[in-house]
């Protein structure tokens, strides 16, 4: 599973996943015509990110990945902000428990994530009083967006793993031999 | 625990959210044009992807296909002219009565053809984002139609792109009226979170005949949409108020999930 070195360029790579991620989501209809609900990558992003990288990359990546998400949406500016930092802050506190590289912890970090972001979401919405589309449907798509996020999230780990494994140059590891302790043979 | 990074990263992202939730309206207006902005290259990028699809999809027509298609669309062109001539007549005579009776004279619409770039991300709205923006002449509120139906209407203008709110958002109620004996009028309204293709109807009277079939149209009231623009086809109906209003659920006559093409009614 993915090695979660984390560097500046990991952190602009995780920017512009997100930033793609959010445009695909606005292009791409595919999963929408098949299941009738959009599946939103940026939970999946924000999981791999709290677990992998520092404060500052999870602060980054609520904001701009939020921004970038309302300003093609009819959502009201920054309302998905917060609950992606919220998702982030939470993991991102209690990442020393979590066993971020078996699959198994991802997946469900991912299925929990992508329920809760757009959960917190219809809460600020209907908060600061506008009123979106909400019924029975909207399990159904609480539903889909949960497992298409358990899904994307292995995903994202294995992805920045393998640019991980591509582009940054690996740490020199300490080898465990020393000179002075080296036994010497003779006759 | 939380620890101090933690706290503090917390109250900078909780006092931006708030900062921007504060924004006046026209500010984050072009704060969110502005932001959207940064994905116009990649318009052209889906744009491109989608013709090379279409492209792809061509080379393997047959000729026989497309001179069938030809000879279908040739024949329809001309039944479409012998309607436009009837038409031509039966709107000017009307014009002639217009004037006779000292009524105001119904301008015929300009439209202007614009293509679906991107759609609504997440799935509470209904919107789509239109390649036509004000270097266009495109306004708020200036409606949308396909040739099948109304569509919606445009919710903010960019420079070189605009949103459209489409029919069943919570934030797009139309005037409507049923095509029936008594012409009975009401507020087209939202639809469901899963299926954009009926929306209800609500505000009719409680009196109203409505059957399965009656066709709805726009009735001209509001000042958004100019009348008889067809809407859809009423499915069925219920009492709602104690009887003392009914709600119609409606089929949408044009296919929201499949638009590609749209036209824009532009003064």
Redesign the interface.
């Given at each position: 599973m993915g090695d979660c070195s984390m560097n500046w360029l990991h952190a602009l790579f995780v920017l512009i996943t997100a930033?793609l991620a959010?445009?695909w989501?606005?292009?791409?209809?595919g999963v929408?015509?098949l299941v009738?609900?959009?599946i939103?990558l940026l939970p999946a992003l924000m999981v791999y990110a709290s677990l992998c990288a520092g404060?500052?990359t999870?602060?980054l990546l609520?904001?701009l990945g939020g921004?970038?998400?309302?300003?093609?949406?009819?959502?009201?500016?920054?309302v998905s902000?917060?609950p992606l930092?919220v998702i982030g802050?939470v993991i991102?506190?209690k990442r020393e428990l979590i066993l971020r590289d078996q699959g198994f912890a991802q997946a469900v970090l991912g299925f929990a994530a992508s329920a809760a972001a757009?959960v917190m979401?219809?809460l600020l919405?209907f908060t600061?009083r506008h009123?979106?589309?909400?019924?029975w449907?909207?399990l159904?798509?609480l539903a889909v967006?949960s497992a298409g996020g358990a899904v994307a999230t292995p995903i994202c780990f294995e992805f920045f793993g393998w640019l991980d494994r591509a582009l940054v140059h690996p740490r020199a590891t300490q080898t465990s031999f020393r000179a002075d302790r080296e036994i010497r043979r003779g006759r | 625990m939380l620890r101090r990074p933690h706290y503090i990263a917390l109250g900078l992202v909780v006092l931006l959210t708030l900062v921007i939730f504060n924004l006046p309206s026209r500010t984050t207006a072009r704060f969110k044009l502005g932001i959207g902005g940064l994905f116009l290259p990649l318009f052209g990028l889906a744009s491109s992807s989608q013709q090379a699809a279409l492209a792809a999809g061509d080379r393997v027509i047959s000729r026989g296909e497309l001179l069938r298609e030809i000879e279908g669309l040739r024949r329809e062109n001309q039944q479409l002219r012998i309607q436009a001539m009837q038409t031509e007549g039966a709107s000017g005579e009307n014009a002639r009565l217009r004037q006779l009776l000292g009524w105001q004279r119904q301008a015929p619409w300009k439209v202007k053809s614009a293509r679906v770039v991107l759609r609504e991300p997440s799935n509470w709205w209904r919107t789509v984002q239109i390649n036509l923006g004000s270097r266009d002449g495109l306004r708020v509120n200036q409606p949308v139609l396909t040739v099948e139906g109304l569509v919606g209407r445009v919710s903010s203008v960019g420079l070189t792109s605009s949103q459209v709110l489409l029919l069943g958002d919570p934030d797009c109620k139309v005037s409507a009226q049923v095509e029936n004996a008594t012409r009975d009028a009401g507020i087209i309204g939202t639809s469901g979170p899963l299926n954009s293709e009926f929306v209800e109807m609500g505000y009719l009277s409680g009196s109203a005949n409505l059957k399965s079939g009656h066709a709805v149209i726009t009735s001209g009231n509001g000042g958004i949409y100019p009348p008889n623009i067809r809407i859809g086809t009423v499915v069925d109906s219920r009492a709602a108020e104690y009887g003392l209003a009914t709600v119609a659920r409606v089929k949408l006559a044009a296919n929201l999930n499949a638009l590609e093409d749209v036209w824009v009614i532009v003064p």
């Open positions: 930033f959010v445009f989501e606005a292009a791409f209809s929408r015509h009738g609900v959009q939103d404060i500052t999870v602060v609520a904001v921004l970038w998400f309302d300003s093609l949406s009819a959502n009201p500016m920054g902000v917060l930092f802050l991102h506190a757009p979401t219809l919405l600061t009123t979106p589309l909400f019924g449907g909207t159904w798509q967006m | -």
